[in-house]
C-alpha cells in the first residue's frame, strides 16, 4: 500500500470516530466524546506523520505538516483536565478533532494535486 492511500485509510478511521465523538456528545456522554475526539486527534496525527515522512519536502509542505502535527501535540497536552468530564471540555475536545481532521484532509489534497 502506498503511502497516500494508508494517509486516506487512517483518516477514513478518524472520520468514522469523530462521528462517534459528535453522537456521543449529542446523546451527553461527555467522556466518551472526549475520548473519541482524543482518538481521532492520534489518527491525524499518525497520518499528518506518514505525509511529513514521504518525499513531499520537495514540494514546500513540510513546514505545513510540522505545524499542524505540533499543533495536534499542544492541543492533546491542553486538553488533559481533572475533574469529570463536562460537555464545555467535551465540545473543546471535540472542535480540537474536527479542526486537526479537516487540517490533514487539506494537506492530504495538496499533496495530490
Do not use: P
Not at 18 to 45: P, V
Not at 58 to 80: N, P, V, Y
Amino acid at each position: 500500500m502506498d503511502i497516500v492511500e494508508a494517509v486516506k485509510k487512517e483518516l477514513k478511521q478518524a472520520e468514522a470516530i469523530l462521528k462517534e465523538a459528535e453522537e456521543a456528545h449529542r446523546k451527553g456522554l461527555y467522556a466518551l466524546s472526549i475520548n473519541s475526539s482524543e482518538a481521532c486527534l492520534e489518527l491525524c496525527f499518525k497520518a499528518s506523520s506518514k505525509l511529513i515522512g514521504t518525499s513531499w519536502f520537495s514540494l514546500g509542505l513540510a513546514e505545513r505538516a510540522k505545524l499542524l502535527e505540533d499543533w495536534i501535540r499542544r492541543q492533546a497536552k491542553e486538553a488533559f483536565f481533572e475533574g469529570e468530564a463536562n460537555a464545555e471540555a467535551a465540545e473543546q475536545e471535540l472542535k480540537r478533532a474536527r479542526e486537526a481532521y479537516e487540517a490533514v484532509l487539506k494537506l492530504l489534497e495538496e499533496v495530490e494535486e
